[in-house]
């Protein structure tokens, strides 16, 4: 790979990095390894081609570009926690993951069946990956925290929201969300 090439790829990672939280080839690899998947697999659930999904895993591509597919990639990395933490187990994960890769991303604010919690309403992480994802679909992340920075004088709450879910961390993102609630 020449140094161009190189260049290119380790920019693909960062924006990776600054959209998804991490770069894609890494987010990809362990979900592969929590589930038991192989890239094939992977890349089917996902509704990607297998070259596509390599293309993003080795930085060629950096983005995602269909939506449906960042909310499958979610609702993976939920169903992976779920596998570590015990509470799905590995013949349930199978069937989970079929159900996710025949979902059409909808909205988990109309609620499909994997976004919610027992109760039936949107769980708050799901919700908040949710905002997360429409907006770094409008805009990179240095877009959204120049965007904040424009706004913080009149608007300061407006900024922090902007920064918070478009150019933070999901966790930092679900804090901020249930301390706005009630």
Do not use: C
């Amino acid at each position: 790979m020449d140094t161009a090439q190189q260049e290119a790829t380790a920019r693909a990672r960062e924006l990776q990095r600054s959209w998804y939280g991490e770069p894609l080839g890494a987010l990809f690899r362990r979900l592969i390894d929590d589930l038991g998947l192989n890239q094939a697999r992977l890349a089917a659930v996902l509704g990607l081609s297998a070259p596509m999904l390599s293309q993003l895993m080795s930085g060629q591509r950096a983005k995602i570009g269909n939506p449906a597919v960042v909310q499958r990639v979610q609702a993976l990395q939920d169903l992976a926690g779920q596998v570590a933490d015990g509470s799905v187990s590995a013949a349930e994960a199978t069937d989970r993951m079929d159900e996710i890769k025949k979902s059409q991303g909808g909205s988990v604010l109309t609620a499909g069946s994997q976004t919610t919690s027992s109760s039936g309403a949107p769980t708050v992480r799901r919700v908040v990956r949710e905002i997360q994802s429409l907006l770094r679909s409008v805009a990179a992340a240095g877009d959204i925290i120049e965007a904040a920075d424009s706004l913080a004088p009149a608007h300061p709450e407006l900024a922090e929201f902007l920064r918070v879910y478009g150019a933070g961390r999901t966790s930092d993102a679900v804090a901020h969300y249930e301390s706005h609630q009630n």
